[in-house]
């Protein structure tokens, strides 16, 4: 309540961006340089106005603002041309839905969720990272990328989804979910809206995508009804509630699973691949995980119950999260008149908050652009930061999955951290960096070195 009440009484700025063009706005910048551009809003101000095309929004840059709004989904509802176009490309599923839908899906999928369902999923995680570490062979070159986003994809299909899509399915799925993640963004930042109607060859990559994720979605939930399947996945509970009058209906089904293979593929695939990647870069911080899963481990897979004792597997990914964070920027809209920051808004007002902003202001996290895992330490860790640190939003509206994604990727760090270095390949061209609907590395080509204990 004190901190909410500093919130209220601080002397907020408010500034507008420079540089929008005409027509277009800073759209054309949202576009081609995000992050460059969402990195230049703080000096303009706490909340600071943008225009996309005519329109007019708002980019918050402090973390105590974001949580006034993500406390508040019945004044700040999902909306502005995020989650317009996420529709389009997930439906109205729990990610995308508005407050009067996502309290009736969450309250259906949460029991899916629960730390001993997690605990019971975590058997599947364990036999996909044992058949990804498996597979390797030593100084054989793998792209990253590809492999961390299968493997998350394997997961999430066999544990919520019951196993029903086999590997073909699941080789054909993964490049429709990074293409139709790719190009929702650039219908996103698109000024004109009319302009993604065009039948231009992205507009029809788009749908095709679209149209071949949907299709497999309904393959698992046909398949389940046809032959059953895991009687704790999220789909079995899902399709056998029927007689509950807050059931699904085939099309809130449908979109329920498309929402999964997204948020189950790239959020979790994007952060082990992340972390991957900081590490190969930051020797230190390697070794240091080293030293942890040999001496909590002793060479053996991660389980469950060794998470509590590798406290630097989670400050690994936490600080990832904080520096490469998948879900990167979001948007609300107001629903009724509201004052934010000391602005104005009206009904209608779409704002912004983006975790990559709050997680590089450099008065909250100093040396903000460094791999720095030990600024988890309880001991160093202000409340501050701890507040500003929002990689799965916050209040009603966090990620359901947040404890799924967390325990699939330490499980899957931890235990490949025993056996494995990710060396990035000198041979093969650099990381390439994807930015879409979540931040991720497009390619990440690497060489496991098998380690020696």
Known sequence: MK???RAQTRQWRAGEAPGALPLLGHGLALRRTPLAFLSSLPAHGDIVRIRLGPSTAYVLCAPELAHQILAAPEIFDKGGPIFDRARE????GIGTSLRHDHRRQRALM???????????????????VQRVVTSWSDGRAIDAAKVFGELAARATIRTLLGAHLTEKEITTLIPHLDRAFHLAYRRMTAPIAALTRLPTPSTRAFWESITAIRALAQVC??????????????????????????????????????????????????????????????????????????????????????????????????????LTPPSWLLSRTVTS???LGGVKLPAGTTVFFSSYILHHLPEVFPAPEDYEPDRWLPEKASR?????????????????????GMTEA?????????????????????AQQAIALTLNLRTFPVIPA????
Not at 89 to 92: H, K, S, V
Not at 110 to 128: A, D, L, N, W
Not at 289 to 302: C, I, Q, S, T, Y
Request: hydrophobic content about 35%; overall charge negative; proline content about 6%.
């Open 3 to 5: 901190e909410h009440s």
């Open 89 to 92: 490309t997930m439906g109205n």
């Open 110 to 128: 949460q029991p899916s969720f629960s730390s001993q369902r997690i605990t019971g999923y975590s058997k599947v995680m364990h036999e996909e």
């Open 221 to 322: 939930i046909n398949r389940h009804r046809q032959d059953g399947g895991s009687p704790d996945s999220l789909i079995a509970a899902l399709v056998n509630t029927k007689t509950d009058e807050r059931a699904f209906t085939d099309e809130e089904l449908l979109d329920q699973i498309v929402t999964l293979f997204f948020a189950g593929t790239e959020s979790t695939g994007a952060a082990l691949t992340w972390t991957f990647y900081h590490l190969a870069n930051n020797p230190g911080a390697e070794e240091a995980l080293h030293r942890e899963v040999d001496d909590v481990l002793g060479g053996k897979p991660a389980s469950v119950s060794d998470l509590p004792m590798l406290g630097q597997v989670n400050r690994c990914l936490t600080e990832s999260l904080r």
């Open 337 to 339: 008149p509201a004052e």
């Open 384 to 404: 501050r930061q701890k507040d500003a640190l929002l990689p799965f939003g916050h209040g009603a509206r966090r990620c359901i999955g947040d404890t799924f």
């Open 410 to 430: 330490a499980l899957a760090l931890a235990t490949i951290a025993t056996q494995w270095r990710l060396v990035p390949d000198p041979d093969a061209p650099p």
């Open 450 to 453: 098998r380690r020696k204990h």
